[in-house]
């Protein structure tokens, strides 16, 4: 299997460089099982495609300002991008500079304080930072939200809004999981009165979710590593759900990743840890009946994983509706209700 197998042609103006201004107002290309058709909606319409009894996951981190910029002590300007949070100060981070900052070297930082290069890890530094107080309360006030590089402008003040989901709470995601961002409160109501359950689970989404795919042969990709958090109140959601006949709808590839590492002996466990899931086609998914996700990019690990759950051919038969129909792709895109390709139970 190879990476080629995965590209597509999209034209570049249909990748959406703004949030609409109502987020559930979204475009929704349903992807029904089998050869039935495609079906045009919206997000608002998922109230009229889910069952009463049926259970949505999301994933409830919150994306963290991640992005800096200074200066190194021999003079050259530099961008940093967290990539994660770690004790004492310390993240793990991808760092943009004409020539590699050394350990032992410090980055003069805009916003005040300083970064000390520990050392490096492949293409992530290991960085403490010496700032006023706790890092995570002073990246609110100095640093930049990192919007995806196929968004062609500077974040504005909407984005800190706009590029958070509704339900949004443990931080540490340096990407939205973007799925969720097209729920407002009222689609919510409207989801809860039909009798729609809701559950969350934690994935901090790194910066290499932006990574494209380097080798050509898929399975030899090696992904980077992303905390999750798969708790006991979850899992008992998803057996209840089960047991009465209801579908667990993943909002989000990162849902889908985050329920799979959990997944023992056929079966759904508590889970806290690092997963390197990756999931492409040959994979079965288990662990979910239906997944609301956005479009994503050509060749990516994403494009893979929604191609192993709902078939890459019919996957693909999709993303052409989309381009011919001028669907909105990407994170501040539109987004399809996929189906499996075959039951996961």
Avoid: C
């Avoid at 103006?13 to 079906?39: C, K, N, T, W």
């Avoid at 889970?271 to 662990?287: D, H, L, M, Q």
Wanted: glycine share 10%; net charge neutral; proline share 6%.
């Amino acid at each position: 299997m190879k990476k080629s197998d995965f590209n597509y042609e999209l034209p570049p103006e249909l990748i959406a460089q703004a949030p609409l201004p109502e987020r559930s107002a979204s475009r929704m290309l349903v992807v029904p099982p089998g050869d039935e058709a495609f079906v045009d909606a919206h997000v608002r319409d998922l109230v009229e495609w889910l069952r009463p009894g049926d259970l949505l996951v999301f994933n409830d981190t919150r994306v963290i300002p991640a992005r800096l910029f200074g200066q190194k002590d021999t003079g050259g300007r530099v961008e940093i991008l967290i990539e994660r949070l770690l004790p004492g100060n310390e993240v793990r981070a991808q760092v943009g500079a004409s020539k590699s900052p050394k350990p032992g070297g410090r980055i003069a930082l805009d916003g005040g304080g300083e970064a000390e290069v520990l050392g490096r890890d492949g293409e992530f530094y290991h960085l403490r930072f010496h700032v006023e107080g706790a890092l995570e309360s002073w990246l609110l006030k100095v640093g930049r939200l990192p919007l995806p590089p196929y968004i062609r402008r500077e974040p504005g003040r909407d984005d800190d809004e706009r590029y958070q989901t509704v339900f949004a709470r443990n931080v540490g995601a340096v990407a939205a999981p973007t799925a969720g961002l097209h729920f407002d409160d009222a689609l919510l109501a409207a989801l809860r009165e039909r009798g729609v359950q809701s559950g969350h689970v934690t994935l901090h989404v790194g910066a290499g979710t932006f990574q494209p795919v380097r080798v050509d042969d898929v399975r030899e990709h090696a992904m980077h590593s992303e905390w999750l958090n798969v708790g006991a109140e979850l899992v008992a959601q998803v057996r209840r759900t089960r047991e009465a006949g209801g579908r667990v709808v993943a909002v989000g590839t990162t849902v889908v990743r985050a329920l799979e590492s959990a997944m023992h002996a056929g079966e759904l466990h508590p889970f806290a840890g690092e997963t390197r899931i990756f999931i492409f086609p040959g994979y079965r998914v288990r662990s979910v009946d239906a997944l609301l996700t956005n479009f994503h990019l050509p060749e990516s690990t994403l494009l893979m994983l929604v191609s192993a759950f709902a078939g890459k051919d019919r996957i693909f038969a999709a993303y052409a509706h989309a381009v011919r129909e001028r669907y909105r792709f990407f994170s501040y895109g539109d987004a399809m209700l996929l189906f499996p390709q075959a039951s996961t139970g």
